[in-house]
């Protein structure tokens, strides 16, 4: 399972970054949302935020 964290606020990027972490299920800071497994789409989306998200294994 992956756990994804919002950190950072989207306030400021541009809106395919925004529209990337509202796809995520993220809305405010530290709100999470975990996901069963890595698949390659998920991949994407989290490379595309790294700098907004905190990732964890769990």
Same mark, same amino acid.
């Given at each position: %399972?992956? $756990?994804?964290?919002?950190?950072? /606020? *989207?306030?400021?990027?541009?809106?395919?970054?925004?529209?990337?972490?509202?796809?995520?299920?993220?809305?405010?800071?530290?709100?999470?949302?975990?996901?069963?497994? %890595? /698949? *390659?789409?998920?991949?994407?989306?989290?490379?595309?935020?790294?700098?907004?998200? $905190?990732?964890?294994?769990?």
């Amino acid at each position: %399972m992956v $756990k994804v964290t919002l950190v950072k /606020s *989207p306030i400021g990027e541009i809106k395919a970054v925004k529209d990337t972490v509202a796809a995520l299920g993220l809305k405010k800071i530290r709100s999470s949302n975990t996901f069963d497994a %890595m /698949s *390659p789409t998920l991949a994407g989306q989290l490379k595309k935020v790294a700098h907004l998200v $905190k990732v964890e294994e769990i």
